[in-house]
C-alpha cells in the first residue's frame, strides 16, 4: 500500500526559493581588501537568475559543466544558486591545485564555462593553452593584463540579463555539483552531488545534533568554496536563514579576529590550521572579543585537545570537530557532547572525530572484510553508507574505494556505542613500527599540547630494524628554542615507550596541502631526500 503524500522531489531550487521570500531580508558580507560589501537574499537571487539568462545565452543547458575559480565571495555564492538550479552542473575547481591538476580537473570533468576572479587569472593563464574544451572564461572584476586571452566581463553578463527565470523542474537524483578529492595521491577523484543528497545535507546540518544552523546564526565562512562544497554550508544557510560572512582571500589570523569583532559571526567555519592562527593573533593582539560565537566547527584534520581548551578556557568559546570528506558530501559526523553528560568529560568527546549524523550509517572493518564490534576498542577501517555518500567516483573505476555498497573511507579508528567515531589515522599515515601500529594523529596533538609548539606532523620514516620509526617535525612558537630531548620527555607519561619519537626536526612551517591539511607526503620525500636537519635521540 502506498501513502496518501505528495511526491515532491528535493531540489535546490526550493532552498533558493525559500531563502529568497522567506529570509530575503537577510545579508550576505563579503570581506576585500577594500571594505566590506553587504547583500540581501533577495539580491542576491535576483543576480543569480540574471546569472542564469546569461549563461543561458552562452549555451549552457542541462549537464554542461560550469567550473568556478572563486574565492568566498558573493560572487561565488550567486553562482553555487544559479548554475545547479537552472540545470547545468556546478563545478568548483580549487585554486591551489598545481598546474598539473588543474588543467586535468578541468579537461576530466569537461567543462565549457569557467568563472574566474580578477585576481586569479594569472593562475588559470598557466593553463589556458592546455584546456581546450574551455569555449568561454568569465572575468569577475578587470583583467587588466589580458593574460587569458578573449574574456567575458561578469558584471557587463549580468547587468544586460534580465532578472526573470523560470527554476525548471528537474529530477531529484541529476548531478548537481562536481567536487574533486584534493589529489594528495595521484590525480584528484570526482565526486558528483545531487539535488536530493545536497537536499538532505542541508536539512541535516539545521538539526541541534548536527551544526545547528537557523535563522539566527551568522556564520563565517571560512572553510573554501572551492573544496567539498564549503561543508554544504552555502546551501544550508539558505535553507535556513543562516546570514554569512565571506572572507575572499583574506584568511590569515589578524584578518579573521577582525571579522569576528566587527562582524559578529554567531559561528565560524574552517579547518584547525586556520583556527591555531586566529589563536596566535588573538594572543599577539593581547585581547579578542569573541562573545558573539556560540561555537567554531573545525574539521578537515584532527583537532588537537589543546586548541580546544584553549579557546574554551581563554575565551569561553566551544570547538565542534566535524569528520568527513569530498565522497561524504562531507558531513559524516559532528563532535557533540551526549545529552546528560559530566561536563568535566565534554573535552573527551570534542577530541573525537564526531558522532555519526542522522542518516550516515558506519561499520568498522578489519583487515580481511571482518566486520569488528562497534565497542570503542576494536580498531578497523571506518566504512561508509548513506543517502550522501558517493557510491562511484565520477569517470573512474576504483572498485578498491568500495566493499559491498559501503565506501572504504581509508580512516583507521573506532566506534563506540553512542556512535563516536575516534580516528587513530589514515591508513596511508599510520605508522607500523616493529609489527605494531603508532597513530601519527595522537602524537602530534600531544606534542601541540606542549606550550613551545605551535604546530606538529609526524611522519613514519624507513628503519632498517623495525620497519619505520616516527618522524617528528615541529614548529616552534616565536621566541622560544627546540630543545628535541625536553619535548619526547614531555610524551613520556601519555605513550608507552617504543612509541616515542627518537627523530626530531625543526622547520618555519609545516608544508600544507590545497585544502589546509599538513602535506605528509612532502614531508616524507623531504627526509629521503635529505633536505631535512634530522636530529636523532639514543
Not at 500500500?1 to 515532491?8: E, G, L, R, V
Not at 573525537?352 to 578497523?380: F, I, N, Q, W
Not at 591508513?427 to 606550550?451: F, R, T, Y
Request: proline residues 5%; hydrophobic residues 45%.
Amino acid at each position: 500500500m502506498k501513502s496518501t503524500m505528495q511526491d515532491a522531489p528535493l531540489l535546490i531550487r526550493d532552498l533558493v526559493v525559500r531563502g529568497e521570500q522567506i529570509y530575503g531580508q537577510k545579508l550576505v558580507f563579503t570581506v576585500t581588501p577594500t571594505g566590506v560589501t553587504t547583500r540581501s537574499f533577495t539580491q542576491t537571487a535576483r543576480a543569480a537568475r540574471q546569472l542564469a539568462n546569461a549563461l543561458r545565452s552562452l549555451g549552457v543547458t542541462d549537464d554542461t559543466r560550469v567550473a568556478t575559480f572563486l574565492w568566498n565571495d558573493q560572487t561565488h555564492l550567486e553562482a553555487y544558486l544559479a548554475v545547479p538550479t537552472m540545470g547545468a552542473i556546478l563545478h568548483t575547481l580549487n585554486i591551489r591545485l598545481s598546474p598539473e591538476q588543474l588543467a586535468f580537473v578541468i579537461n576530466d570533468a569537461h567543462d565549457e564555462v569557467i568563472i574566474v576572479d580578477a585576481s586569479l587569472v594569472g593562475l588559470l593563464a598557466r593553463v589556458r593553452d592546455q584546456i581546450p574544451n574551455v569555449r568561454h572564461i568569465i572575468v569577475k572584476g578587470d583583467d587588466v593584463d589580458g593574460v587569458l586571452g578573449e574574456t567575458l566581463s561578469y558584471d557587463a553578463l549580468l547587468e544586460a540579463a534580465s532578472d526573470t527565470f523560470e527554476w525548471p523542474d528537474l529530477d531529484e537524483r541529476q548531478a548537481a555539483i562536481l567536487c574533486y578529492t584534493s589529489g594528495t595521491t595521484g590525480n584528484p577523484k570526482g565526486v558528483l552531488y545531487s539535488h536530493r543528497s545536497t537536499w538532505l545535507h542541508s536539512m541535516v546540518a539545521t538539526t541541534t545534533n548536527s551544526v545547528a544552523l537557523c535563522e539566527a546564526d551568522r556564520a563565517l565562512l571560512v572553510v573554501p568554496m572551492f573544496h567539498v562544497n564549503a561543508w554544504g554550508v552555502a546551501y544550508a544557510a539558505f535553507f535556513a536563514g543562516t546570514e554569512l560572512v565571506m572572507p575572499s582571500m583574506l584568511l590569515k589570523g589578524e584578518y579573521l579576529l577582525q571579522m569576528i569583532e566587527e562582524l559578529r559571526p554567531t559561528i565560524a567555519l574552517g579547518v584547525p590550521t586556520l583556527w591555531n592562527d586566529l589563536l596566535r593573533a588573538a594572543a599577539e593582539k593581547g585581547s579578542a572579543d569573541f562573545s558573539s560565537l556560540r561555537s567554531i566547527l573545525a574539521g578537515g584534520s584532527a583537532v588537537p585537545r589543546v586548541m580546544i581548551e584553549t579557546f574554551k578556557e581563554r575565551h569561553g568559546v566551544d570547538i565542534m570537530q566535524g569528520w568527513g570528506m569530498t565522497e561524504t558530501s562531507p558531513l559524516a559526523a559532528v563532535a557533540i557532547p551526549p545529552s546528560g553528560s559530566d561536563p568535566a568529560t565534554h573535552t573527551d568527546y570534542r577530541v573525537k572525530a564526531g558522532r555519526l549524523s542522522a542518516g550516515v550509517e558506519a561499520r568498522l572493518t578489519g583487515p580481511t572484510g571482518e566486520v569488528l564490534p562497534r565497542d570503542g576498542v576494536a580498531v578497523g577501517e571506518i566504512e561508509l553508507r548513506g543517502p550522501w555518500i558517493t557510491a562511484a567516483y565520477y569517470g573512474l573505476d576504483a572498485p578498491e574505494q568500495f566493499h559491498d555498497g559501503w565506501l572504504r573511507t581509508g580512516d583507521v579508528g573506532t566506534i563506540d556505542a553512542l556512535g563516536f567515531l575516534e580516528i587513530s589515522d589514515r591508513i596511508k599515515d599510520v605508522i607500523k613500527s616493529g609489527g605494531e601500529w603508532i597513530s601519527s594523529v595522537e602524537l602530534e596533538n600531544q606534542i601541540m599540547a606542549h606550550p613551545d609548539v605551535f604546530e606538529a606532523a609526524v611522519v613514519g620514516v624507513a628503519d632498517d630494524r623495525w620497519g619505520e620509526r616516527p618522524l617528528a617535525c615541529v614548529v616552534l612558537r616565536e621566541g622560544t628554542d627546540g630543545d628535541p630531548a625536553a619535548l619526547r620527555e614531555f610524551l613520556v607519561t601519555s605513550f608507552p615507550k617504543w612509541w616515542l619519537p627518537e627523530h626530531w626536526m625543526f622547520l618555519p612551517s609545516v608544508p600544507k596541502t590545497s585544502v589546509g591539511k599538513f602535506d605528509k607526503k612532502v614531508l616524507r620525500a623531504q627526509y629521503t631526500n635529505r633536505e631535512l636537519d634530522v636530529t636523532t635521540l639514543s
